[in-house]
Structure formats: C-alpha cells, structure tokens
C-alpha cells in the first residue's frame, strides 16, 4: 500500500511539473554577442534581446583580471552564431 501512493505521488508530481508554465516559455534563438560572464545577447525571429543568465554572477568586465576571464569563458560556451534555447526564469 505505502509503495503504490509513492508511486501515485511521484506520478502526480511529473504531472506537476510538465503542467509548469516555465514549459511554455521555451524559445529558440541565436547568439549574437557576449557581454560580461553573464549577459548575452540573442536574436530570435527579428528581435535582438540581451539575456542575462540566471543563477549566474560573474565578475563585471572593469573588474580585472576575472571580469575578462568570464566574458572569455562565456565566449566559449556560447560562440556567436550558436543556436541556443533560452527558458525564462524571470523577466523585466
């Protein structure tokens, strides 16, 4: 009995989650730029957007050396032309 209602709870929490708005906020877009080691800025259809990466805080570029030494990294994880997809977390 106790193992079917964590079956039934683990069940009705996948549920849960596929139901989440945050889902349905998947976009496609490209990298268009690299600013600082968390802030992007993307292209999706005729729109060019800056993207600032959650969860992340990176040093700003006037901050020396480490500033640059992010952006560098980003830079590398993101390439300008990669095809990305971006899930809101929040925005302004």
Known sequence: MVFQLRLIGVGALLVAQMSLPVFANNLTATVVSVGDGDTIRVK???????????????????????????????K?????????????????
């Open 76 to 92: 590398q994880l993101l390439p300008v032309g990669q095809g990305i997809t971006l899930r809101a977390v929040e925005t302004d």
């Open 44 to 74: 999706t259809g005729n729109k060019t957007v800056t993207v600032r990466l959650a969860c992340i805080d990176a040093p700003e570029m006037k901050q020396s050396p480490w500033g640059q030494q992010s952006s560098t990294r980003l």
